[in-house]
T-cell receptor, first 112, second 113 residues
Framework: GENVEQHPSTLSVQEGDSAVIKCTYSDSASNYFPWYKQELGKGPQLIIDIRSNVGEKKDQRIAVTLNKTAKHFSLHITETQPEDSAVYFCAASIGQGGKLIFGQGTELSVKP | ETGVTQSPTHLIKTRGQQVTLRCSSQSGHNTVSWYQQALGQGPQFIFQYYREEENGRGNFPPRFSGLQFPNYSSELNVNALELDDSALYLC????????????FGPGTRLTVL
């Protein structure tokens, strides 16, 4: 069935370092891959997304890469700051408006 | 802020009771979906509504039901509550049925004792 695996489950970096979170998906029909940031007591906030016809997308310090052949995608955060500390979720969906299948989450801690 | 609001923010119920959670979508959004997020887990899709009709359902039993109203607000109803129903319930809205983007509300924390 549809599944998204996310690694690592926890990640601790020093302020200014880079952080990378990786996800793999099972359904080759998946065509949309968003990343969400969830802070304590809040709902998930969309930070970046990528569609299957694109290999890479960048928005300031955040970038996402997609390898459709290997069925994985990654989130890259450069020059991390303490306010980047949160739980990050990857997700995948199929078609237009299809349900999101989420990964298990990565708790990122950025130490000053 | 996404413009999606949910009420109540917290709720405590006992096993066997029924609960109704509410969501107000962002203006202009006519698709709403509900997700259950257990502690330490990613959100799990419950169902989705478009123009008051259910148009997608996840692997949840029939005691999970919903409604979408003409103003595109929505309710999630859960009957015969079980301890495992304790979770954060998230509502997400999208501008129209074919859009990929979901904007999530802050969630309702349900505790079942």
């Amino acid at each position: 069935g549809e599944n998204v695996e996310q690694h690592p489950s926890t990640l601790s970096v020093q302020e200014g370092d880079s952080a990378v979170i990786k996800c793999t998906y099972s359904d080759s029909a998946s065509n949309y891959f968003p990343w969400y940031k969830q802070e304590l007591g809040k709902g998930p906030q969309l930070i970046i997304d990528i569609r299957s016809n694109v290999g890479e997308k960048k928005d300031q310090r955040i970038a996402v890469t997609l390898n459709k052949t290997a069925k994985h995608f990654s989130l890259h955060i450069t020059e991390t700051q303490p306010e980047d500390s949160a739980v990050y979720f990857c997700a995948a969906s199929i078609g237009q408006g299809g349900k999101l299948i989420f990964g298990q989450g990565t708790e990122l801690s950025v130490k000053p | 802020e996404t413009g999606v609001t949910q009420s109540p923010t917290h709720l405590i119920k006992t096993r066997g009771q029924q609960v109704t959670l509410r969501c107000s979508s962002q203006s202009g959004h006519n698709t709403v979906s509900w997700y259950q997020q257990a502690l330490g887990q990613g959100p799990q899709f419950i169902f989705q509504y478009y123009r008051e009709e259910e148009n997608g359902r996840g692997n949840f039993p029939p005691r999970f039901s919903g409604l979408q109203f003409p103003n595109y607000s929505s309710e999630l109803n859960v009957n015969a509550l079980e301890l495992d129903d304790s979770a954060l319930y998230l509502c997400a809205s999208s501008p129209e049925r074919l859009t990929l983007i979901r904007f999530f509300g802050p969630g309702t924390r349900l505790t079942v004792l």
